[in-house]
């Protein structure tokens, strides 16, 4: 959806924009494509530039059931489109609810209530077709709405052959022939099924004697081939909104907030900090009270951004814009905690034993994996992390005594071993020395990625004390990366307006402002 009634360009039309320069003014020029290089300062101090994201407070708005309820599915849409587009992995599964679980138990209930009864109205002298042929009317329906709009052929064959007038004048007079009837579908569901269900056809066809189990089977591969075919429409749907999907993703956000003109009340305060961080970072000693620094908005977004990788989810609420990746970015932090962990395990060990084990890369890797599976699960609520660290630096000790006495060195002293037992259980400790330099190098890393996503940093970039994560860094760094960039690509609309309202919102509003802010947008870089 547009701002101002116009459609936001995608933030990749400002990909190829020049760095932060020195006035105010051309910083925040270099948030907007080539069309509004023009614009003067103006247009960012007008109050009125845009009807959203301004950073301050929205009077309240009493909003109906009904538009609750659509705001609710909006926001579905947008999270179902996003993880579409960034989960290759994103897939649909058949539900399974465990063997104790009371709705499991109900719904196993009423399917056996209900299959024993088609089975008492089948075995009626004569037989009753009623429920048969409400069972058949369904099939049919489900027939046709897995073949191809274009199959009209196979469409009418279906009408004619599944005719529920016809079946029930049959009924009537006896002259049902369920078998045929059957053999009918299962030839039918073998025409229109994916290949992987062809196994499942085919156990269809061996034509048990039970009619009721037969059909009682037929309805648990039409369920797999709806999923199937849900699969198959996600993955078409993928390939556009790959192409398609940030322009998608902003027109429903902006929907939403129309309807909620609030919804950006925590991105707001998220920017906001970023904005203090930094200012309260470059604001020269003996200076407070002088002009804050001019700060690009690239510096603050991407500082804003950065706060996320030790963002306490506990506490803090995280902004709207990315409530869509929260998981995965969970999911970075916590990965990225062991990774942490682990180097300052390491670092310990190496700096502790110091040259009988130095140049050991075999070692070094086995007491790494180790380590590794010891914190697997770190982040558990019921995860004891002081045990854990305790089990590990067992576990070391004796890994490097084998080592130390295969290569005729003395095993440790049982002193040293306890001096390295303390040192490996003290990193839980606040303010630890080796927790605060591994934890400010991986920082380093990170800001040296997300400020120059471009250039991918080089091997010898990494800081040094972190060359035993190197892989897992690139991998999480990557991962980070990509998220921050399509988040920009998508809402660097918003952010331009909030970036430029924080810092122009003591200036006087412009007398004729802009109406037309239709590219203003964050590049991904």
């Known amino acids: 959806m547009p701002l101002n009634d116009e459609r936001p360009a ?10 932060d320069v020195e006035s105010s003014s051309e910083r925040y020029d270099s948030m907007t494509s080539t069309s509004d290089l023009e614009c003067s300062r103006e247009s960012f101090t007008s109050d009125g530039s845009s009807k959203h994201c301004t950073p301050s407070s929205s009077p309240p708005i009493v909003l109906t059931l009904d538009e609750v309820m659509e705001a609710a599915n909006d926001l579905f849409n947008l999270r179902l489109a996003h993880e579409i587009s960034v989960n290759s992995n994103f897939h649909l599964e058949q539900p399974s609810l465990p063997q104790n679980c009371i709705w499991n138990t109900v719904k196993n209930t009423l399917h056996k209530t209900y299959w024993n009864r088609l089975e008492s109205e089948l075995n009626d002298d004569p037989p009753e077709y009623g429920h048969a042929i409400l069972l058949l009317e369904d099939i049919r329906e489900i027939l046709l709405s897995l073949i191809n709009p274009g199959a009209n052929r196979m ?14 004048q049959q009924a009537d007079n006896n002259a049902v022939d369920i078998q045929k009837l059957a053999s009918y579908i299962i030839t039918t569901m073998g025409k229109i099924c994916a290949p992987i269900r062809d196994g499942d056809i085919e156990k269809l066809r061996e034509n048990p004697d039970n009619i009721v189990t037969l059909f009682r089977e037929i309805f648990r591969v039409l369920d797999l081939m709806n999923i199937d075919m849900a699969n198959n429409s996600i993955e078409i749907l993928r390939i556009v909104l790959q192409r398609e999907g940030a322009v998608y993703e902003r027109e429903k956000f902006q929907i939403i907030l129309d309807k909620t003109p609030n919804a ?13 961080e930094l200012q309260s970072a470059t604001v020269p000693k003996g200076q407070e009270n002088g002009q804050p620094a001019v700060l690009g908005p690239f510096q603050i977004l991407n500082t804003a951004y950065l706060r996320m990788l030790t963002w306490d989810y506990s506490k803090d609420t995280v902004p709207e814009t990315l409530m869509t990746d929260e998981m995965r970015l969970r999911e970075i932090q916590q990965q990225l905690q062991q990774c942490q962990m682990v180097n300052e395990v390491l670092l310990i060990v190496h700096s502790t034993i110091g040259g009988p084990v130095q140049g050991l890369p ?17 982040h558990s609520p019921n995860f004891n992390l002081e045990e854990a660290l305790e089990g590990v630096s067992a576990k070391i000790c004796c890994e490097l005594n084998k080592s130390l006495t295969e290569r005729d060195y003395p095993a440790l002293t049982p002193a040293l071993q306890d001096i390295l037992r303390g040192q490996i259980c003290s990193i839980t400790q606040k303010d630890n020395s080796i927790c605060t330099l591994v934890e400010d190098r991986v920082q380093q890393y990170f800001k040296a990625l997300i400020f120059d996503s471009k250039s991918r940093v080089e091997s010898e970039q990494i800081p040094a004390g972190l060359t035993a994560i190197k892989p897992e860094l690139a991998l999480l760094g990557a991962k980070f990366i990509s998220l921050v960039n399509y988040n920009k690509t998508v809402y660097g ?3 331009a307006d909030i970036i430029r309202k924080l810092m122009f919102s003591n200036n006087p509003p412009a ?6 802010t239709a590219h203003e947008s964050v590049p991904s870089s």
């Not at 950006?264 to 998220?270: D, G, R």
């Not at 070094?364 to 590794?372: A, C, I, P, V």
């Open 10 to 19: 995608s933030a990749s039309s400002g990909e190829d924009q020049g760095s």
């Open 362 to 378: 075999f070692l070094s890797n086995r007491l790494k994996r180790m380590t590794s599976v010891l914190l697997d699960g770190m």
């Open 493 to 495: 609309p918003f952010y």
């Open 264 to 276: 950006l009340m925590h991105t707001t305060s998220w920017i906001k900090s970023a904005v203090e």
């Open 511 to 516: 007398a004729n402002p802009p109406q037309d």
């Open 155 to 168: 469409r009418t064959q279906i009408m004619e052959v599944l005719d529920i007038d016809l079946i029930r």
